[in-house]
Nanobody, 124 residues
Framework: QVQLVESGGGLVQAGGSLRLSCAAS????????MGWFRQAPGKEREFVAVIRSGGSTFVADSVKGRFTVSRDNAKKTVYLQMNSLKPEDTAVYYC??????????????????WGQGTQVTVSS
């Protein structure tokens, strides 16, 4: 069992940056694949980034070159660094976890645990 708590969302102007954090309780964070997803109003939840149990990372094409995912195992925290933000990045951002998982992790049904989400709003 793991509990996830996101933080770091807020209102930012286009071109700005935010860093989201996802604090995890429970087992060693490095054992989990950790994904970031987002959901804009009226849209389906979509994949943003993943850092897998082995440490490999992958980000969606829509955020490639702007977003970076990382984790601090000692702090049991996963980060999503978001730079050059655009209005279309506006959404509720969620982190998700699955224990000892080395598959792609690009779909939300691959994850067992979810945080409550944090709102990111990018103004033009």
């Amino acid at each position: 069992q793991v509990q996830l708590v996101e933080s770091g969302g807020g209102l930012v102007q286009a071109g700005g940056s935010l860093r989201l954090s996802c604090a995890a309780s429970g087992r060693t964070l490095s054992s989990y694949a950790m994904g970031w997803f987002r959901q804009a109003p009226g849209k389906e939840r979509e994949f943003v980034a993943v850092i897998r149990s082995g440490g490999s990372t992958f980000v969606a094409d829509s955020v490639k070159g702007r977003f970076t995912v990382s984790r601090d195992n000692a702090k049991k925290t996963v980060y999503l660094q978001m730079n050059s933000l655009k209005p279309e990045d506006t959404a509720v951002y969620y982190c998700a976890a699955r224990y000892i998982y080395y598959a792609l992790g690009l779909t939300d049904n691959e994850y067992d645990y979810w945080g409550q989400g944090t709102q990111v709003t990018v103004s033009s």
